[in-house]
């Protein structure tokens, strides 16, 4: 069975840091684009980063910049988040999203891009 799982959410202070995993069942992540998107409560699904199959490419919102940074481990499967410095604005839920793609340089920022979805994971910040 395909899929991408997130782990790694929670509660924490404004300031704080948190970071988040995911991992795929079922394929091999190599060939994928990465992205983590997230959706606050009552708001649209919003673009948070991405990452090229290579790695060397990283694009990321103007409101995370700074704060987050992407990676991965295609050896390990799984691509990750780290969340530093963490603002009561950034509660959502975050989901991670893996789209096929034969251009190891390229990454994605457009929802519509990804092929398969994780069933997200929340990050609450709050004193």
């Known amino acids: 069975q395909v899929q991408l799982v997130e782990s790694g959410g929670g509660l924490v202070q404004p300031g704080g840091s948190l970071r988040l995993s995911c991992t795929a069942s079922?394929?091999?992540?190599?060939?994928?684009?990465m992205g983590w998107f997230r959706q606050a409560p009552g708001k649209d699904r919003d673009f948070v980063a991405s990452?090229?199959?290579?790695?060397?490419?990283?694009d990321y919102a103007d409101s995370v910049k700074g704060r987050f940074t992407i990676s991965r481990d295609n050896a390990g499967n799984t691509v990750f988040l780290q969340l530093n410095n963490l603002e009561p604005e950034d509660t959502a839920v975050y989901y991670c999203?893996?789209?096929?793609?034969?251009?190891?340089?390229?990454?994605?920022?457009?929802?519509?891009?990804?092929?398969?979805w994780g069933q997200g994971t929340q990050v609450t910040v709050s004193s």
């Open positions: 999203a893996a789209k096929y793609t034969l251009y190891p340089g390229n990454s994605y920022s457009r929802e519509t891009s990804y092929d398969f």
């Open positions: 079922g394929f091999t992540l190599e060939p994928y684009a």
């Open positions: 990452i090229a199959r290579s790695g060397g490419t990283r």
